[in-house]
């Protein structure tokens, strides 16, 4: 005999799976905040700091040197030598001062910028600076006759862009979608190796898509999974002792997680992907996206096979004697019906109409991954819809007459019922089509041949 466990037992028991959640959402927050990620002010700053801080410490150790500063100034150095400058991630210039206080370009290590006019107001040993390309930490060191000069680039700032010139940032990791640079002190500071401030970090708006790493989102997804698994293990516990609590606790569990998944990032921030970009796919505030269309058409067949499956485990009818009760129970029951096949329909013809996606199959070389996509979203709300029709069926059949055109007859004026209340909605004639199909797809499937 099967042990009855309490539900603080069966909590206990499982709890392992939310303990791996919660770690993976961990090791997701340590990659993005302290490894490789820009999902904070704080970690970016650091990161620009860090690089610049490199750069700065590394043209000291040049500029520190005078015999090699010689040999640049007189060209007398080799290529392994000039490659080796030329590798750096900072420009390196050398120039020497004549008696009218002008200045003599001696070595560049690139032509794509000269700091020429602003060599004699770098009073400073390192500041700030915009050129004509983009955004520069100048860091200046003198010995003698000849002055160094490193600039160390920090953003590009083309006038015009395209695919080889763009406006980022030089460490890269798409910073420039989510800040920008402030010279008036808003923001994360930016300080020299000597403390002094260069410039601000500036997050832009509250609207700005943070981008995380890889890794860490393929975590956090691996934890929202983790999570709907020991749902359906509580869901499955409850339905166990009561059918309708364990279906209410999965209806409203999934649908509380959707709708914070919509406002907040969880598991992810969706919006980085391009899956979720409205551009491809985008009808209303729910499915605004096709990867939005995806999640919402899986959780949707979820549900559905777990209901169909304890339904009919559990033997659940609608124990109904009173006349009144068991007529609205199977008009409440249709309407569910014709309600889920007009809100299929409308999806259908929506994920066709308001995208970009191809469905031509015969023109095979048309398809992208984007068609394979939808063609899995299709085939979720088909199977859903499939399910929920005979869940609906079987629950209204023993309250109807054996004749199925009383069925038929009730579908039809219920239907045309609610098709007079949307008269002046467009798609109305669209609905009427779906309704025409709808009483075909009742009459095959309380066929006994074709029930399956």
């Given at each position: ?12 028991r ?7 959640a ?5 090791i997701?927050?340590i990659?993005?905040n302290?490894?490789v990620?820009?999902s ?9 700091n860090a690089?610049i ?5 590394d043209?000291d150790d040049?500029?520190a040197d ?10 007398t150095?080799?290529?392994e030598?000039?490659?080796?400058v030329?590798a ?12 009218a206080?002008?200045?003599n ?11 020429l006019?602003?060599?004699?107001v ?8 915009q ?8 860091r200046k ?6 002055t160094a ?9 083309y006038s015009i ?6 406006n ?5 990791d ?6 920008l ?10 300080n020299?190796?000597?403390?002094d ?10 609207d ?20 709907l698994?020991?749902v ?6 409850l339905?166990q002792k009561?059918?309708?609590n364990g279906?209410?606790f999965l ?7 959707r709708?914070?998944s ?5 598991p ?25 269309l ?7 067949l ?9 339904i ?9 004697k ?6 609205l129970s199977?008009?409440?029951?249709l ?14 013809q929506?994920?066709v ?11 095979f070389?048309t ?5 394979v ?13 499939f399910f ?20 038929v ?7 045309l019922?609610?098709?007079?209340f ?10 009427l089509?779906?309704?025409i ?16």
């Amino acid at each position: 005999m099967q042990r009855e466990y309490s539900f603080k037992q069966f909590f206990l028991r499982n709890s392992y799976i939310l303990v791996t959640a919660a770690w993976l959402v961990t090791i997701s927050f340590i990659i993005d905040n302290y490894l490789v990620g820009n999902s904070s002010p704080t970690t970016v700053a650091k990161k620009v700091n860090a690089f610049i801080a490199r750069q700065e410490n590394d043209f000291d150790d040049v500029a520190a040197d005078s015999t090699f500063l010689k040999k640049l100034a007189n060209h007398t150095y080799d290529d392994e030598e000039l490659q080796q400058v030329i590798a750096k991630k900072y420009f390196l210039f050398l120039y020497s001062k004549t008696e009218a206080d002008n200045f003599n370009l001696l070595f560049w290590s690139t032509q794509v910028v000269d700091p020429l006019g602003y060599v004699s107001v770098m009073k400073a040993k390192s500041g700030f600076i915009q050129l004509s390309n983009g955004y520069y930490v100048w860091r200046k060191n003198v010995f003698n006759d000849l002055t160094a000069i490193a600039l160390i680039p920090v953003k590009w700032n083309y006038s015009i862009t395209n695919d080889y010139l763009k406006n980022s940032f030089t460490i890269g990791d798409n910073i420039e979608n989510a800040y920008l640079i402030n010279q008036e002190g808003r923001g994360m500071a930016i300080n020299s190796t000597e403390g002094d401030m260069l410039f601000s970090l500036e997050p832009k708006s509250v609207d700005t898509v943070i981008e995380n790493n890889i890794v860490a989102s393929i975590f956090r997804i691996l934890a929202g999974f983790c999570v709907l698994i020991f749902v359906q293990f509580i869901a499955t516990y409850l339905v166990q002792k009561d059918f309708y609590n364990g279906v209410a606790f999965l209806i409203l569990t999934t649908i509380a997680l959707r709708i914070l998944s919509y406002y907040f990032p969880i598991p992810v921030n969706f919006r980085q992907f391009e899956l979720f970009d409205p551009a491809v796919y985008g009808s209303n505030i729910i499915l605004r996206s096709l990867g939005d269309l995806l999640i919402n058409a899986m959780l949707f067949l979820w549900i559905v096979l777990f209901i169909r499956f304890y339904i009919q485990e559990k033997n659940v009818t609608i124990p109904v004697k009173h006349l009144a009760i068991r007529s609205l129970s199977v008009l409440t029951g249709l309407f569910l019906l014709i309600l889920t096949t007009f809100l299929c329909g409308h999806i259908f013809q929506s994920v066709v109409a308001d995208s970009k996606i191809s469905f031509d199959v015969i023109n095979f070389y048309t398809l992208t991954v984007y068609s394979v996509i939808g063609f899995v979203v299709l085939s979720c709300i088909a199977v859903g819809y499939f399910f929920i029709t005979q869940i609906i069926i079987y629950l209204l059949q023993p309250l109807l007459p054996k004749n199925i055109m009383v069925l038929v007859l009730i579908v039809t004026v219920t239907g045309l019922a609610v098709l007079t209340f949307r008269i002046n909605v467009q798609g109305t004639v669209f609905e009427l089509y779906l309704l025409i199909w709808l009483l075909g797809y009742l009459l095959l499937l309380n066929n006994k041949y074709l029930f399956l």
